[in-house]
């Protein structure tokens, strides 16, 4: 069973930055994505950006110009660079592997934004 564990959320003022990473604790075949959701109080959880195991990456409209994510194969990791947030970027962030029809979670981490 393949672990994920994230890290680097915390809390941010409007406008400043923070990075999460996410460790995956075996390699899986590829091909395969990872990514990053988040889930705010009282919403659904919805994507954030992905990338596929061949490098080619895709946002939400959410983090289209603000957030950055990549991926470091010989390290398992995936990461999500995020700039210029905003109090509506708070969030539980969560990192997610997808291998053909399995989906793997993480535990979560908490981001939240203030003005």
């Known amino acids: 069973q393949v672990q994920l564990v994230e890290s680097g959320g915390g809390l941010v003022q409007a406008g400043g930055s923070l990075r999460l990473s996410c460790r995956a604790s075996?390699?899986?075949?590829?091909?395969?994505?990872m990514a990053w959701y988040r889930q705010a109080p009282g919403k659904q959880r919805e994507l954030v950006a992905a990338?596929?195991?061949?490098?080619?990456?895709n946002y939400a409209d959410l983090a289209q110009g603000r957030f950055t994510i990549s991926r470091d194969s010989a390290k398992n990791t995936v990461s999500l660079q995020m700039n210029s947030l905003k109090p509506d970027d708070t969030a539980i962030y969560y990192c997610?592997?997808?291998?053909?029809?399995?989906?793997?979670w993480g535990q979560g981490t908490q981001v939240t934004g203030f003005s």
């Open positions: 997610n592997l997808r291998r053909i029809f399995t989906h793997y």
């Open positions: 075996e390699t899986v075949d590829t091909p395969n994505t």
């Open positions: 990338m596929t195991s061949g490098g080619s990456a």
